[in-house]
C-alpha cells in the first residue's frame, strides 16, 4: 500500500548507501549525548568528538550526494522508512527520511558548512570553559537542522524545526551571564513561537483535510482542496517561515540573536536554520503552485524584508549587527525569490547555497576580526585592520566582493538571476518587485563597503582606545585553525555561484524535487542591460559609501562643479557632522522609524498581549480569597450557568 | 413503583407533579401553622432549659472551664461512632426481616458487611477512640 | 401500590453472577486496605510503617498480576483483537477496554504515589493511616471508573473522596494549612457530591432508572420532560468535573494541592484526575451520546473556561505547588477538548493524556518535594531562582517536566495534546483547538518563567537546600521522568492500547 502510494509519487524506498542514512541523524546526536553526559569527563576531547561526528555526516553524505547522481533523474526521489511514530488508528505518523536531490542539497550544504565552523569554534572558544557543552549544542543543532530537512513529512519537520529553535535558543543564550544574551534568547524564542504556530495550524489543517501530513501524500491530494483552504495553508506556512527566517514581521529577533557566540552566528543565524523558511516553501512548492495569490504574499514579504534589511543595516556601526540585517536582507531575496513559482524556485535555492558561502566566511571573518579586538564589535574602534590581519582582510574582502554581486563571484549569478525573474512578472508586479531588487544591490552595495572601509582601512582608531575591560587593543592574525575554514569558505564564495549555475547545473539537480525552471516572462528589459544596471547601481552604492565613509581621500573628479555635500565633505572639520545629517540622519531617522514601528508595533503587540495578561492575572488572583464560602459560590454560580444554559439550548 | 405511579395520574393531561406540588405546599402550610400556633395556645412557662437552643445538654455559653473553652473531642468522636453503629443497625433490621427471601447469599454479604464494620470498630478501640479518659 | 411492593419482595432473590476474574483487582486493593486498618489497630507502633508500606505494595503488585491475568484471557477468549470487556454484579461494573486501560493507569501511577508516600527520608513522616487511606482511595477511584450505573458511581465517588480528604490533613509540620485544606476539600466536596446526587436523583426521575444505558435507551425518542434530563445531566457533570478540577468548579484546587503533603498532592493530582475523566467519558459517552448536540457547546464553553482560568490565573502564582495546580485546571480543560470529541480518537487521546499526565504530574511533585529550606519545602517560587546552579541534576529533570506540561516536541505532553487536539479537529471543533492552541502557549509562558527564573537569575542569599532524595522518591522521579521521555519518543504501544476499544454498557 505505502510501496504503491510512494511510486505514483515518483518516490523509491531507499536502497543501497541510502539505506544507512539514519546516520547522518543518528552521528551528531550521538555527539551531543555523549558530550552532555559525559560532563566534565569529556573536556578533554569533546571538540573532537563534536568535530569528528560532523565531518564523519559529511563524509558518508558526500557518498550519498555522489551515489544519488549516478541515478536516473527519475530515481532520485527516495524514501527511507525508520519506524511508525504515532500509529493511533486512522492518524498514523510515520517516521521516515525523504531523500531527494532537494534535502541532499541542505545536507551537503548543513554538514559542510557545519563542519568547516566546528572546526573553526576549536580556536575561536579555545578560552571559554564551557567549550564541551559549546559543542554539544552544535552537535544537537547539526542532528536537527538534518531532520528537519530529511523528515519525509511536515511532522518529522516540525520535530527538526522545534529542535533548532531549541538549540538556537540555547546556544544565543551560551553567554547567559550576560543579560542581553538572555534577553535576546528569549525573544528569539517567543518570536519563533509565533511562526511555530503558524506552521502547527498549517499542519492541523493538512490533516484535518487530508488526513495526512506526509510529503508525498499531501501532494498528491492537494489539488482536491478548494481554493481558500490551500491559500489558508500556505500563508500559514509563510508565517512560519518569517518567524524561523526572520522575515517581515518577525524580523526582529534575529539580529538580538547576535549575542551569542559568533561561530553559532554563522552557522545557525546566517548559512543553515534560519534559511529553513526557503527551505519549508520550497519543499512545499506542490501548495504554493496552487495558489497565486499565497505567492504574491511571499513575494511582497520578501521584497518588504529585503528592502527592510537593507536600510536598516546602513546604520548600524556593531560589525555583527550589519551582518544580520543583511542577513535578514539577502534572505528576503531567497523568499522573493521561491515566492515566485516554477520561475524562482530554484534561484532561491541557489542563492541560499552561495549565500551559505559568503555570509558564513563574512561571520567567521568578523569574529576572527572580535578574536583579535578583544571581542569588541564597535566598527567605529576599529579601522585600518587588513595589515595586522591580512587574511581575514584577503578572506573577507571576497566574501564582501561576492555579496555585493561583484561580476562573477557569487553573489553576482545567484543575485542576478532573482532580480531577473522578479522583473519577469506580470504588469505592475514586475516593476515593483524588479525594482525594489535592484535598490537593495545599491543599498548593499553602500553598507557594505561602509562597514569595509571602517574596518579595514583608514586610520588605525584603535590605538588610541582601550577596550571597555581597560586593555589595548592588540590586534593580531588568528590562528591556522580559525583562517583554514575562512580561506575554503572564501574559495567557495568565489567560485560556488558559476558552478552552480553553469549550465544550470543546480536547477538540473533540483528538477526532481521542485519541478522545472521555468524561464521568466518577458522582462521589459533585455538581461544584458539588467545585469549593466544592477552593477551599475552597485558601482553607486560603493562610491557613496566611499564618498561618505572613506572620507579621505575623496576622489574629486570635478571639482569645478564641486556640490556643498563634497565641498563639506573635503572640509575635515564637519566632515563627519555632515556625513551623519545628510546620510545617517534621515537614515538612522528612516532606521529608527522602523525600529520604533518593529518594537512597538511588533514588540508592543507581542509584549502588550502578554502584559495584558498578566494584568488581568493580578487582578483575578484577588479572587482566590481562601474563603470557602466564596469559593462555594463560585461553584454555585458556574452550576446555575451550566444548567441555564444546557436547558436554553435544549429549549430555545 | 414509577409506572405505577406514572399509571395512577389522571391521563387528562394534567401534569404528573401537580400532586408533589400539592404536598410542598400543605408540608409548608403546616409548618407554618405549626409554629405561628405554638405561642398563641401554648402555656406560658419559662425555665432556663426552655430557652436553651438546643435541648441537647450542652450549654452553649458559657464555655466550659476545662479545655480552654471547648468541649472535649472525644465527645464529638463518641457521638460520631455511634451514628456509625447506628446506620450498621438500620441494615441489619430490614435484612433480618427479608432474610427467608435473600437465602445464603444475604448471609454471605451481611457478614462481609459486618466484618468491615468491625475492622473499623476494632481499629477505634485499638486507637483508644473508646477511651473516655 | 403496597401489595404491589409485597408481592415483589415475596420472590426468591437471586444472587447476581459475579465475574470474580474481572474484579479481582478492585477486590484484592479494598481487601488489603481492610488489612491495612487491622495493621493498624494490631501492630506495635514502631513496626507499623515498614508492614504497612509491605501491604500496600503487595496489593498494588497482586492487583496489578490479576489485572494482567484478565487482560491476556480476555485477550485470549475473543477473536483477533480480544473480547470487549465483560459486564458484571447485574450490571453494576462494566470492565471494558477503556476501564481495563484507566484501571492499569491507576495501578502504575499508585505505585509512584506509593513510593513518594512511603520515602520517609524527605519529611514524608505522615500518620501510618495514610496507607489504608491511600488503599481505599486507589479502589474508590477502581470502581468509579468502572461503574455502570449512576448509584455505583456515586458509592465509589465517596470511597475515594472521603480517604482523600483526610490524607490531604495528614502532614505533621505544617499543620495548619494541611488541615485547611483538609477542610475546604471537604466542605467543597460534600457540596459536589450533592450536585452529582441531585443530578441522580433528577435523572432518575427521568429515567426510571440510575443505569447508564437505560438513561441512553430512555433519551432516545420518549415524550418525557427534558427538564429532568437536562437539568439532571447539568448538575451530574458538576459534580464530576468538580473532581476533575475543571474550571470554573476548580476553586479547591489550589489551596489544597498547596496544602497538603506533597506526596499526597501528587497522587490526588493524578489519580483523581484519571478517575474523574475516566467517570466523565464513560457517563457522556454510554448514557449522553444522543442528545450530544444539546449539551456539546455548553462544555465547550466550560472547556474554554477552565482552559483560560488555568492559563491566566497560573500567570501569577508564587507559589510552585499553587502553579501546578492552575497548570492542573489547563490541563483539565485540554483533557475536556478529548473528551468532548464523542469519537473513538477522543477517548483514545484523552486515556493517553490522562497517562501521560500522571506520569509528568507525579514526578513533577517528586521534585518539588526536594527542594527545601529549614522550615519545610521552600514552594515559594522567588526561592527557586538561580537552582541550576547549585544542583543542575534536579533542574534539568524539572526543566524536562515543565516542557513536558508546556507540551513541547520530546515529550509525552506534546503527543498528548496533538491526538487530543486531532480529535477534536476530526469532530469539527476546529475553533475550539484554535482556542486551546493559544491557551497552551500562554501556560507555556509560566512554566518557561520557572526555567528562566532556575537558569537565569543569582541564587538567592537563604536559598533553599535541595535534599539529598531517598531511594523510593529516586525511583519515583526516574520512573515519571523516563516514562514522559518514552511516550514522547515512542507512543505507539500505548497509543495502541488506548484506542483498543470502546465502552460496554
Known amino acids: 500500500m505505502t510501496h504503491t502510494l510512494l511510486a505514483a509519487e515518483g518516490a523509491l524506498p531507499a536502497a543501497g548507501v541510502a539505506q544507512s542514512a539514519w546516520l547522518l541523524l543518528a552521528l551528531p546526536l550521538f555527539g551531543a549525548a555523549v558530550l552532555l553526559l559525559g560532563g566534565k569527563a569529556t573536556n578533554k576531547w569533546g571538540h573532537l568528538l563534536g568535530c569528528a561526528t560532523v565531518i564523519l555526516a559529511f563524509v558518508y553524505g558526500l557518498t550519498l550526494f555522489l551515489s544519488t547522481t549516478s541515478l536516473k533523474a527519475a530515481d532520485r526521489i527516495q524514501e527511507l522508512h525508520l519506524f511508525s511514530w504515532i500509529p493511533v488508528d486512522s492518524l498514523s505518523i510515520d517516521f521516515g527520511l525523504r531523500l531527494d536531490p532537494l534535502s541532499l542539497t541542505f545536507v551537503l550544504l548543513i554538514t559542510g558548512v557545519g563542519s568547516l565552523i566546528h572546526v573553526y569554534s576549536i580556536g575561536y572558544m579555545s578560552h571559554d570553559t564551557d567549550r564541551r557543552k559549546f559543542f554539544a549544542y552544535l552537535n544537537l543543532f547539526v542532528a536537527a537542522m538534518l531532520l528537519l530537512v530529511l523528515g519525509n513529512g511536515f511532522v518529522t519537520l516540525y520535530f527538526g ?179 515566485l513559482g516554477p520561475v524562482g524556485y530554484a534561484l532561491g535555492i541557489t542563492h541560499l547555497l552561495t549565500h551559505g558561502f559568503f555570509k558564513a566566511g563574512l561571520f567567521l571573518g568578523a569574529g576572527s576580526v572580535m578574536h583579535g579586538m578583544n571581542d569588541e564589535v564597535d566598527m567605529r574602534q576599529y579601522g585600518g585592520l587588513a595589515k595586522k590581519m591580512p587574511i581575514t582582510f584577503a578572506t573577507f574582502g571576497l566574501g564582501y566582493l561576492a555579496l555585493i554581486g561583484f561580476p562573477f563571484l557569487s553573489g553576482f549569478y545567484s543575485k542576478d538571476a532573482i532580480i531577473e525573474a522578479a522583473f519577469g512578472q506580470e504588469g505592475w508586479r514586475g516593476w515593483v518587485f524588479g525594482g525594489a531588487a535592484m535598490l537593495g544591490v545599491a543599498l548593499t552595495a553602500f553598507y557594505m563597503t561602509r562597514l569595509m572601509l571602517m574596518t579595514f582601512f583608514g586610520e588605525q582608531r584603535w590605538k588610541n582606545l582601550k577596550s571597555s575591560d581597560g586593555r589595548d587593543y592588540h590586534p593580531h592574525e588568528s590562528p591556522a585553525v580559525m583562517t583554514v575554514p575562512m580561506i575554503i569558505l572564501a574559495v567557495g564564495s568565489v567560485f560556488a555561484g558559476f558552478l552552480l549555475t553553469n549550465g544550470n547545473f543546480l536547477a538540473n539537480w533540483l528538477e526532481p524535487s521542485l519541478g522545472e525552471l521555468k524561464e521568466a516572462g518577458h522582462p521589459p528589459l533585455p538581461a544584458a542591460a539588467m545585469t549593466a544596471l544592477s552593477l551599475g547601481l552597485m558601482v553607486v552604492g560603493v562610491g557613496l559609501a566611499w564618498l561618505f565613509v572613506g572620507r579621505k581621500p575623496v576622489p574629486v573628479t570635478k571639482p569645478e562643479r564641486v556640490s556643498w555635500v563634497v565641498r563639506a565633505a573635503r572640509a575635515d572639520l564637519y566632515g563627519n557632522k555632515l556625513n551623519e545629517t545628510l546620510f545617517a540622519k534621515p537614515g538612522e531617522a528612516l532606521t529608527k522609524g522602523l525600529v520604533i514601528a518593529d518594537d512597538k508595533a511588533v514588540d508592543g503587540t507581542v509584549t502588550g498581549i502578554a502584559g495584558a495578561l498578566a494584568f488581568l492575572s493580578s487582578r483575578l488572583r484577588r479572587t482566590q480569597t481562601g474563603f470557602v464560602r466564596s469559593y462555594a459560590l463560585t461553584m454555585l454560580g458556574g452550576s446555575v450557568l451550566v444548567v441555564a444554559a444546557l436547558l436554553m439550548v435544549r429549549f430555545s | 413503583m414509577l409506572e405505577a405511579f406514572e399509571a395512577a395520574a389522571p391521563s387528562s393531561g394534567l401534569d404528573p407533579y401537580v400532586p408533589l406540588v400539592a404536598l410542598f405546599v400543605l408540608a409548608a402550610a403546616f409548618a407554618v401553622f405549626s409554629v405561628a400556633a405554638a405561642p398563641l395556645v401554648g402555656p406560658r412557662r419559662y425555665n432556663k432549659a426552655k430557652l436553651d437552643a438546643y435541648e441537647c445538654g450542652i450549654e452553649p455559653s458559657p464555655q466550659p472551664i476545662v479545655g480552654g473553652g471547648r468541649m472535649p473531642v472525644a465527645y464529638y468522636l463518641t457521638a460520631m461512632l455511634f451514628i456509625l453503629f447506628d446506620i450498621e443497625m438500620v441494615f441489619l433490621y430490614p435484612f433480618a426481616v427479608t432474610s427467608d427471601q435473600l437465602g445464603f447469599f444475604g448471609v454471605v454479604e451481611i457478614v462481609l458487611f459486618i466484618a468491615t464494620v468491625g475492622f473499623a470498630y476494632a481499629y477505634v478501640w485499638r486507637r483508644g477512640g473508646l477511651d473516655w479518659n | 401500590m403496597q401489595e404491589q411492593f409485597l408481592a415483589q419482595a415475596q420472590q426468591q432473590v437471586n444472587a447476581p453472577d459475579i465475574a470474580y476474574g474481572a474484579i479481582a483487582p478492585v477486590l484484592i486493593v479494598l481487601g488489603f486496605a481492610c488489612l491495612s486498618v487491622l495493621v493498624e489497630a494490631f501492630v506495635a507502633k514502631e513496626r507499623r510503617w515498614g508492614l504497612q508500606i509491605g501491604v500496600a505494595a503487595a496489593a498494588i503488585v497482586l492487583a496489578g498480576a490479576s489485572l494482567a491475568a484478565f487482560i491476556s484471557s480476555n485477550d485470549a477468549a475473543g477473536g483477533p483483537t480480544g473480547k470487549t470487556g465483560v459486564t458484571t454484579l447485574a450490571g453494576a461494573v462494566s470492565v471494558d477496554k477503556p476501564a481495563l486501560f484507566l484501571w492499569g493507569t491507576l495501578l502504575a501511577l499508585g505505585v509512584l504515589a506509593l513510593l513518594l508516600i512511603a520515602d520517609r527520608t524527605v519529611g514524608g513522616d505522615m500518620q501510618t493511616e495514610v496507607f489504608p487511606l491511600f488503599l481505599f482511595a486507589l479502589g474508590g477511584m477502581m470502581v468509579f471508573c468502572a461503574a455502570n450505573n449512576l448509584l455505583t458511581m456515586f458509592i465509589a465517588l465517596e470511597v475515594l473522596s472521603l480517604p482523600l480528604y483526610l490524607m490531604c490533613g495528614l502532614a505533621r509540620k505544617r499543620r495548619l494549612i494541611s488541615q485547611e485544606a483538609a477542610v475546604k476539600y471537604f466542605l467543597l466536596g460534600a457540596f459536589a457530591s450533592a450536585f452529582f446526587l441531585y443530578g441522580l436523583a433528577l435523572l432518575y426521575g427521568y429515567a426510571g432508572s440510575v443505569k447508564l444505558a437505560d438513561i441512553a435507551t430512555a433519551a432516545v425518542g420518549t415524550d418525557r420532560s427534558d427538564t429532568l434530563l437536562f437539568g439532571g445531566l447539568g448538575l451530574l457533570v458538576v459534580g464530576l468535573l468538580f473532581k476533575g478540577s475543571v474550571g470554573p468548579f476548580h476553586t479547591w484546587t489550589p489551596d489544597v494541592y498547596q496544602g497538603a503533603p506533597t506526596s499526597v498532592t501528587a497522587f490526588m493530582a493524578a489519580c483523581t484526575k484519571v478517575a474523574a475523566f475516566g467517570g ?127 507540551g513541547i516536541p520530546l515529550t509525552s505532553g506534546f503527543i498528548g495534546k496533538f491526538v487530543v487536539f486531532s480529535a477534536a479537529l476530526r469532530d469539527g471543533m476546529a475553533p475550539l483547538v484554535v482556542i486551546a492552541l493559544v491557551f497552551s502557549a500562554v501556560a507555556a509562558f509560566f512554566y518557561l518563567r520557572v526555567v528562566v527564573l532556575m537558569y537565569f537569575s543569582e541564587p538567592a542569599e537563604d536559598g533553599p537546600t535541595v535534599s539529598v532524595p531517598g531511594a523510593f522518591t529516586t525511583v519515583a522521579i526516574t520512573l515519571g521522568t523516563f516514562v514522559t521521555l518514552l511516550l514522547g519518543v515512542l507512543p505507539g504501544f500505548v497509543l495502541n492500547w488506548a484506542s483498543s476499544g470502546g465502552f460496554l454498557s
Not at chain 1, 207 to 221: C, I, M, P, R
Open chain 1, 161 to 339: 524545526w522545534e529542535g533548532v529553535g531549541l538549540a538556537s535558543y540555547l546556544l544565543i543564550a551560551f553567554w547567559q551571564h550576560k543579560p542581553a544574551a538572555a534577553t535576546a534568547a528569549k525573544k528569539a524564542f517567543l518570536m519563533n513561537r509565533v511562526g511555530d504556530v503558524g506552521l502547527a495550524v498549517a499542519i492541523f489543517l493538512m490533516w484535518a483535510n487530508l488526513g495526512t501530513t506526509q510529503y508525498t501524500e499531501v501532494f498528491a491530494k492537494i489539488g482536491t482542496l478548494d481554493g481558500g483552504t490551500v491559500l489558508a495553508i500556505s500563508l500559514l506556512l509563510l508565517l512560519g517561515a518569517c518567524g524561523k527566517s526572520g522575515q517581515f514581521p518577525l524580523q526582529a529577533w534575529l539580529p538580538d540573536a547576535m549575542e551569542g557566540p559568533t561561530p553559532v552566528s554563522a552557522l545557525i543565524h546566517a548559512a543553515t536554520m534560519v534559511t529553513a523558511g526557503v527551505y519549508l516553501i520550497a519543499r512545499s512548492n506542490p501548495i504554493y503552485d496552487l495558489t497565486a495569490d499565497g505567492r504574491l504574499v511571499v513575494t511582497i514579504i520578501g521584497t518588504v524584508t529585503l528592502l527592510i534589511g537593507c536600510v536598516i543595516g546602513c546604520a548600524y556601526d556593531d560589525i555583527k549587527k550589519v551582518l544580520a540585517y543583511s542577513t535578514v536582507s539577502q534572505i528576503g531575496y531567497m523568499i522573493l525569490g521561491v515566492g
Open chain 3, 280 to 406: 466523565i467519558l464513560r457517563v457522556l459517552t454510554v448514557a449522553f451520546q444522543s442528545t450530544q448536540w444539546e449539551w456539546r457547546g455548553v462544555l465547550w464553553g466550560v472547556a474554554i473556561a477552565s482552559m483560560a482560568i488555568g492559563a491566566i490565573f497560573g500567570l501569577t502564582q508564587t507559589d510552585v505547588k499553587r502553579m501546578i495546580a492552575y497548570s492542573s485546571v489547563a490541563h483539565a480543560g485540554f483533557l475536556l477538548v478529548g473528551a468532548i470529541a464523542m469519537n473513538t480518537d477522543g477517548l483514545s487521546s484523552t486515556l493517553f493524556y490522562l497517562l501521560a499526565y500522571g506520569f509528568t504530574t507525579i514526578a513533577s511533585f517528586g521534585v518539588i518535594s526536594l527542594v527545601r529550606s529549614g522550615s519545610g519545602e521552600a514552594t515559594d517560587l522567588s526561592q527557586w531562582a538561580g537552582l541550576a546552579k547549585r544542583s543542575p541534576l534536579l533542574a534539568g529533570v524539572f526543566t524536562f517536566l515543565l516542557l513536558a506540561l508546556a
